[in-house]
């Protein structure tokens, strides 16, 4: 088995825990045996390069060769496999998250691909698979010239634990860490939503752009450049522009954004106005996207948050997001 089946194995040790269903090669007893195959169906116990474990409903643990070089370890070869649904592996939600905040420019690499926006973030790195078809080495120096055609560093978003000793031991770092949190979406909600936060009322205003005055807020809350942002924030089919408002002044104290692709939504942008901080209104704009999310008949909802955000964690678990997974940004120490 060649690494280029590797890009068909979705997985990664960030899906560790989860139940995958994976199709083998049985080993031949001589050479002139035909292989047949055969399915493994249980909690993914373990994965590193040329073994992979699966503990059954039995408790019995069943060792399997997994790219690349299988076949090194004696083990029959895992030619397929896939996170069971309704779940889903990292790599596979991070292909979705893409959707959500889609990157103007392009260009793959194997299954990575190298992005670019000129916004910073996510739409500015590289969505790191499992096999860019080459040496790793040689695939950083590819992301290195592309970025450097747009005066730009490259950045690597990584599923964690994955390739975490070799970018090391290549001359990159970590600059920061997030998780992705998915949830259940809320039930089906009116065209008109109120709610009560404190003893203010506010009312929800979807629309499918946003103003000027959104875009001022979100501007508020982390500079860009509203020409390069407003691209990626409209991309996506399936959109709405959450604003907000204090039902009496018609004042904007929030706004949010969330987008609907292949069967989930994703939640960005929540921004509170300062002035109306710690006071709920987060939490009422995240069960709002929820909601919006149901309407789109998606089941499932995921945002993202950086780990070193300790409140932003209480509030969306207290909304029922649990971690689905940690992938971390690395860039060239030099």
């Known amino acids: 088995m060649t690494t280029a089946n590797h890009r068909h194995l979705p997985l990664t040790a960030a899906d560790v825990g989860r139940r995958v269903?994976?199709?083998?090669?049985?080993?031949?007893?001589?050479?002139?045996?035909?292989?047949?195959?055969?399915?493994?169906?249980?909690?993914?116990?373990?994965?590193?390069p040329g073994r992979v474990e699966i503990e059954r409903r039995d408790g019995s643990l069943v060792a399997l060769g997994w790219p690349p070089h299988p076949s090194d370890s004696g083990l029959a070869p895992v030619v397929a496999g896939r996170v069971v649904p309704p779940e889903v592996s990292a790599?596979?939600?991070?292909?979705?998250?893409?959707?959500?905040?889609?990157?103007?420019?392009?260009?793959?690499?194997?299954?990575?691909?190298?992005?670019?926006?000129?916004?910073g973030g996510r739409s500015d790195s590289v969505r790191v698979g499992v096999d860019p078809g080459m040496p790793l080495a040689l695939a950083l120096d590819a992301a290195r010239e592309w970025y450097s055609e747009r005066d730009t560093i490259p950045s690597?978003?990584?599923?964690?634990?994955?390739?975490?000793?070799?970018?090391?031991?290549?001359?990159?770092?970590?600059?920061?860490?997030?998780?992705?949190?998915?949830a259940a979406n809320a039930g089906a909600h009116g065209s008109e939503a109120t709610i009560q936060a404190t003893t203010q009322t506010l009312e929800f205003v979807h629309?499918?752009?946003?103003?000027?005055?959104?875009?001022?807020?979100?501007?508020?809350?982390?500079?860009?450049?509203?020409?390069?942002?407003?691209?990626?924030?409209?991309?996506?089919?399936?959109?709405?522009?959450?604003?907000?408002?204090?039902?009496?002044?018609?004042?904007?104290?929030?706004?949010?954004?969330?987008?609907?692709?292949?069967?989930?939504?994703?939640?960005?942008?929540?921004?509170?106005?300062?002035?109306?901080?710690?006071?709920?209104?987060?939490?009422?704009?995240?069960?709002?996207?929820?909601r919006w999310g149901a309407t789109q008949s998606v089941p499932r909802s995921y945002l993202q948050v950086l780990e070193t955000n300790e409140v932003a964690h209480a509030m969306y678990a207290s909304a029922g997001f649990v971690t689905h997974h940690h992938y971390d940004y690395w860039r060239p120490v030099s």
Not at 163 to 177: I, Y
Not at 258 to 279: C, E, F, Y
């Open 21 to 48: 269903s994976l199709r083998s090669l049985r080993l031949p007893a001589s050479p002139s045996d035909a292989s047949d195959a055969f399915d493994t169906v249980g909690i993914l116990r373990s994965l590193q």
């Open 207 to 290: 629309t499918f752009e946003p103003d000027n005055e959104w875009l001022g807020l979100l501007h508020d809350d982390e500079p860009f450049e509203a020409a390069s942002l407003l691209p990626v924030l409209v991309a996506p089919t399936h959109v709405t522009f959450l604003s907000a408002r204090d039902s009496g002044s018609g004042a904007l104290v929030g706004i949010g954004r969330a987008s609907a692709a292949q069967g989930w939504s994703g939640i960005t942008s929540i921004v509170v106005a300062p002035t109306w901080r710690r006071r709920g209104v987060a939490s009422h704009l995240t069960e709002e996207l929820l």
């Open 156 to 182: 690597l978003q990584v599923p964690r634990p994955a390739l975490t000793p070799e970018l090391r031991a290549l001359g990159w770092e970590v600059t920061r860490s997030v998780a992705l949190m998915t």
């Open 91 to 119: 790599i596979e939600l991070q292909r979705i998250a893409q959707r959500g905040w889609p990157p103007r420019e392009s260009r793959r690499l194997g299954d990575w691909e190298l992005r670019w926006s000129d916004t």
